[in-house]
Nanobody, 124 residues
Framework: QGQLAESGGGLVQTGDSLRLSCTAS????????MGWFRQAPGKEREFVGS????????YYSDSVKGRFTLSKDNAKKTVYLQMNSLKPDDTAVYYC?????????????????WGQGTQVTVSS
């Protein structure tokens, strides 16, 4: 059994910042990497970024590169998604996920565990 607990979503204006947190427990805490995805109404869930527990290697989608930053605290089994320069297009439910060492870390199939999601709304 494992759980991912997300927090930090909310309503902000264009250009503002938000930080999302995701804490892993149980089996999710022993996975290789953590990922963030987002899903806007009527759209498919899309990859945002990923970070490895060991080494901290990160990878971002082109749409957030340079604006979003992933970090982690191994002792707290928590990963953070710092989102800066937010745009209305960033509005979505953001999901934290935990997975293994898949070659395609941008695929939802690479992740075994998912959080409940947290809403991020960016007003224009």
């Amino acid at each position: 059994q494992g759980q991912l607990a997300e927090s930090g979503g909310g309503l902000v204006q264009t250009g503002d910042s938000l930080r999302l947190s995701c804490t892993a427990s149980g089996r999710t805490a022993s996975t290789v990497r953590m990922g963030w995805f987002r899903q806007a109404p009527g759209k498919e869930r899309e990859f945002v970024g990923s970070i490895r527990w060991l080494g901290g290697n990160t990878y971002y989608s082109d749409s957030v590169k340079g604006r979003f930053t992933l970090s982690k605290d191994n002792a707290k089994k928590t990963v953070y998604l710092q989102m800066n320069s937010l745009k209305p297009d960033d509005t979505a439910v953001y999901y934290c996920a935990a997975g293994g060492a898949s070659a395609d870390l941008t695929s939802i199939r690479a992740y075994n565990y998912w959080g409940q999601g947290t809403q991020v709304t960016v007003s224009s």
